[in-house]
Nanobody, 115 residues
Framework: QVQLVESGGGLVQDGGSLRLSCAAS????????MGWFRQAPGKEREFVAQ????????YYASSVKGRFTISRDNVKNTMFLQMNSLKPGDTAVYYC????????WGQGTQVTVSP
């Protein structure tokens, strides 16, 4: 089992920045990929970014590329999402996940960007 706990969400103005964290515990050797999805009210959950734990290769949704940066701390088993130039359209609950033979999800953290 892997437990994921997100933190760092909050309220920020248009153009502001936030840094999300996702701390993993448990069988942290059981996954090879971590990433973020988000879900806005009335919309489906959408992919945001992903990182390959070994090697650090990253992938981004086109809507966030150039504004968001995903990274990880292998020692602390923690993943980060640095979000810059935030827009009201980025308002959503952000979920982190870890994927190996099983997929694990965090409980989500709210990000609200005001106009």
């Amino acid at each position: 089992q892997v437990q994921l706990v997100e933190s760092g969400g909050g309220l920020v103005q248009d153009g502001g920045s936030l840094r999300l964290s996702c701390a993993a515990s448990g069988r942290t050797s059981s996954y090879s990929v971590m990433g973020w999805f988000r879900q806005a009210p009335g919309k489906e959950r959408e992919f945001v970014a992903q990182i390959i734990w070994e090697g650090g290769m990253t992938y981004y949704a086109s809507s966030v590329k150039g504004r968001f940066t995903i990274s990880r701390d292998n020692v602390k088993n923690t993943m980060f999402l640095q979000m810059n130039s935030l827009k009201p359209g980025d308002t959503a609950v952000y979920y982190c996940y870890a994927r190996g033979t099983t997929e694990y999800w965090g409980q989500g953290t709210q990000v609200t960007v005001s106009p």
